[in-house]
């Protein structure tokens, strides 16, 4: 399962670079594909992001009760992942 999220974050990432033309070519593009280790870290905290969930959904149908712990748990994985991505395109 880890495999196949890898293998669609990697295509979701992969940057499309326009290089210099040639006189064969008009246009000349390039894939910029991601790094393993960046599409590992996106694909386990989308893994961390969908088991925080569930963990404040068990809780709140269990308790009643808004957790604020696991919510803060939650914008941290939002945050990494956004910064990631948000990064990479720079």
């Known amino acids: 399962m880890l ?3 890898r293998r669609l974050v990697g295509r ?3 940057r499309l670079v326009f290089a210099e033309a040639t006189p064969e070519r008009r246009v000349r593009v390039l894939e910029d594909e991601p790094g393993d280790r ?4 996106i694909a ?3 893994v961390f992001f969908a088991g925080l969930v569930s963990l404040e959904v068990i809780h709140m149908a269990f308790l009643g ?3 604020e712990a696991i919510f803060n748990g939650l914008m941290l994985v939002v ?3 956004v910064g990631a991505v948000w ?4």
């Open 87 to 90: 990064g990479r395109g720079q």
């Open 79 to 81: 945050g990494i992942i």
């Open 12 to 14: 979701g990432t992969t």
């Open 3 to 5: 495999g196949y999220l």
């Open 38 to 41: 960046f599409t590992l870290i």
């Open 65 to 67: 009760a808004w957790d």
């Open 44 to 46: 386990l905290m989308i």
